[in-house]
């Protein structure tokens, strides 16, 4: 185009250090660019929905099921998520045995009630049908394999101890005496209040002392089966002292310290230096301790646990195989036995890619309970036992996705379009970025003005994203002399935000074209990263810290997306920034397929319309593992169940912190901060400062703060 030539350029920008110079829109965009899959130097157009990219000549309209296969919630979302005709999420709390609920009708009509964003929606159906899916899958299980055996699940509570949760699971699972997992002596005191089945098992994990232990053997014989795992050598003592002082003893178990190593992000949290199980060695020297003990005929169980989120099911196999012949020698040695527990780990598929990586798993639940039902019946026949009752605690698979965290968008970042008309005497480097802008603008509304087409054409002219890749870096070489001009004084403010607003239209001017490119057009890479620069950031109204922790602690990532206007094509990339004063408040880690994209596909907010986004299947953990960062409290949460006949009953509302509360729990004292404050005010009115209203008007504002909640209001 000939816009970088000498002709254009003032000559003393020529004696600049260019080259040192960092252009700020190239910052940060490796990362972005690192997502290309088309090899070095080039990237091809994919030929999927999304959000930024339409088809050939960019006609194709926008349906609710391009944007459910965008966000994938036609992969990850399956039974209980969807899409309506409406471009809204529907939730089928009870999968594929009917009734649905529109997620923004449900959000607008609880906003109604006094229940304001961000808002945590428990959907207790879908626990329930948790429930069912689990012990149906192992009952199949047991019947193609001829199990001469049961399936017995336990519910590990820290996975999520609040009240109502751990409540419904236990009436909900009565009809499988479905039990508790302890794993200390709070969480025990938990189980031991609300499990009344004398069939159903309290596993009591952990590090354990006296009083954890004497507290389990009474509970036996409270009529409760409560089986103390022993996990560390020296607690074999310890059972042994307090069985002796009361008279009786608990149910035993072994915890086994495999040599089989997971995978995926826990995977070196177990294997022969793992924080919790006994060694072989250790494990035959209880053994035998216990049978000087005369506590052998006490030992039920043998447990192991290979890390949470098994992304890989040979991984299973391997430990499954290695704890089954565990089991047969432990019979062989005189104990009773008769449990086996496989602990957590089950894994759910978070982005939906049926995959063996961190966020998802190569299984289905039903590939779960086979494996663990053959496993274990192989290792058992030949050795003539009789196959253990098989136990699991499965908190992550049965509590993930009956939760949607719900927090609204208070703004985003963005660059205004509007340019200043050219002033008199405009400084050259100005002219330069002018001319560079109407020659893309040319480009994009008539071709390519040689006569080549965006592709080039027969004649041999040279092909219009050649000319597009050389405007840019026209672009950003005048947008960096501007900046090197400013840094010596010889330009002003105003001039160099002109330089930045043409440099953005020039790049919004590009992005514009590229749109339009048919799928499978390849892109120089150069013009690669224009959509990661356009990106912007979405300010959320939550607290990372609080209400999505591993987000920010392990990397985790969660479904996260608009729960409306998925029939609308979204026309921007960004990514979210929560309300705390922390860099690492942020949520910039999306699902693709298997993959990780540092940007999520967003629509531009409309003025006066709220735009609401969904966090989804972050049901465990994510509530107990919070924090108080910058002293955000817990949201407000709700328990939703379907009705018979149709719509929802409101079964729980728990009211989110307080101001007060929060200052509480900090050991500051509301009462106090009032009492200084209006002393204070009554030093300003008497030196004139503050009038006698504005007292009145500040201390009432400062009452009301206190019982508000933590989070902004509309």
Not at 349 to 378: F, I, K, M, P
Not at 491 to 505: I, S, Y
Not at 576 to 605: M, N
Not at 649 to 665: F, K, M, P, S
């Amino acid at each position: 185009m000939g816009l970088q030539g000498s002709g254009h350029r003032p000559r003393w920008a020529c004696r600049l250090a260019s080259g040192s110079a960092t252009v700020a829109l190239r910052a940060g965009l490796t990362r972005f660019q690192r997502q290309c899959r088309a090899g070095p130097g080039r990237m091809v157009l994919a030929d999927s929905p999304s959000g930024l990219a339409a088809d050939a000549g960019g006609a194709r309209d926008w349906s609710a099921s391009d944007g459910a296969a965008l966000y994938g919630l036609d992969r990850w979302g399956e039974p209980y998520f969807g899409v309506g005709a409406r471009g809204h999420v529907m939730v089928q709390p009870r999968g594929e045995r009917g009734g649905s609920l529109d997620l923004v009708e449900l959000v607008r009509e609880l906003q109604g009630r006094d229940l304001s964003l961000p808002l945590l929606i428990r959907f207790d159906d879908i626990l329930e049908d948790r429930l069912e899916r689990l012990h149906g899958a192992f009952e199949r299980a047991i019947a193609q394999y001829g199990y001469d055996g049961r399936y017995q699940g336990v519910f590990p509570v820290k996975c999520n101890q609040q009240r109502h949760v751990v409540e419904h699971l236990v009436d909900s699972g009565r009809r499988w005496h479905f039990g508790l997992e302890a794993g200390s002596k709070a969480e025990l005191l938990i189980a031991l209040s609300l499990l009344d089945d004398p069939q159903a098992l309290l596993i009591c994990n952990g590090y354990k002392d006296r009083r954890y232990i004497e507290t389990a053997i009474l509970a036996r014989r409270l009529g409760r089966q409560p089986v103390v795992v022993l996990e560390q050598a020296d607690e074999v003592e310890r059972i042994i002292a307090a069985s002796s002082s009361l008279g009786a003893a608990p149910f035993i178990g072994i915890r086994a310290k495999l040599s089989a190593r997971s995978t995926g992000r826990w995977g070196s949290s177990v294997g022969e230096r793992a924080k919790f199980g006994l060694s072989i060695p250790d494990l035959l020297a209880t053994v035998e301790r216990l049978r000087q003990a005369d506590l052998l005929d006490d030992l039920r169980l043998l447990h192991f646990h290979i890390g949470s989120q098994i992304n890989d099911i040979a991984v299973l196999k391997d430990a499954l195989q290695e704890a089954g012949q565990i089991y047969a020698e432990l019979t062989r040695l005189g104990a009773p036995m008769g449990f086996l527990d496989v602990g957590g780990g089950l894994g759910i598929d978070y982005d939906g890619s049926r995959t063996a990586t961190a966020a998802s798993t190569n299984y289905s639940l039903q590939n779960y309970a086979n494996d663990v039902v053959a496993t274990v019946r192989e290792c058992c026949e030949p050795h003539g036992i009789r196959p253990p009752t098989l136990v699991s605690e499965s908190g992550r698979a049965i509590a993930s996705h009956f939760s949607v965290l719900v927090f609204d968008v208070l703004g985003a970042s963005g660059r205004s379009n509007a340019l200043p008309p050219p002033a008199e005497g405009e400084a050259l480097i100005l002219r330069n970025l002018r001319d560079t802008l109407a020659a893309i603008e040319a480009i994009t509304s008539t071709g390519d003005p040689d006569g080549g087409g965006l592709d080039g054409d027969a004649t041999g002219e040279r092909p219009a994203l050649e000319r597009l890749q050389e405007a840019w870096n026209d672009a950003l070489k005048f947008k960096e002399d501007a900046l090197n001009a400013f840094r010596l004084g010889y330009l002003g403010l105003p001039e160099r935000a002109t330089a930045e607003r043409l440099t953005w239209a020039s790049c919004q001017a590009i992005a514009r074209q590229l749109e339009a490119l048919p799928a499978g057009t390849v892109i120089p890479q150069e013009l690669q990263a224009l959509p990661a620069a356009l990106a912007g950031t979405y300010y959320a109204n939550l607290s990372v810290f609080r209400s999505a922790p591993d987000t920010w602690a392990i990397d985790q990532l969660f479904p996260v997306l608009p729960i409306h206007r998925l029939d609308e094509r979204p026309t921007r990339l960004g990514s979210f920034a929560d309300l705390t004063c922390d860099s690492d408040g942020k949520i910039a880690r999306f699902i693709d397929r298997g993959q990780v994209k540092p940007l999520l596909e967003l629509h531009e907010p409309n003025a006066g319309e709220p735009y609401w986004i969904g966090l989804f299947l972050g049901g465990a953990y994510q509530e107990v593992m919070g924090n108080l960062h910058n002293l955000f409290g817990s949201t407000n949460a709700v328990h939703i169940r379907l009705a018979a006949g149709g719509g929802y009953h409101i079964d729980h509302v728990v009211r989110g912190d307080t101001n007060a509360e929060v200052l509480q729990a900090m050991e500051h004292d509301p009462d106090l901060l009032l009492e200084r404050l209006r002393l204070a005010s009554e030093q300003a009115i008497e030196s004139g400062t503050l009038a006698i209203s504005d007292a009145r008007r500040l201390m009432a504002h400062l009452r009301a703060s206190l019982e508000q909640t933590t989070y902004l209001e509309a």
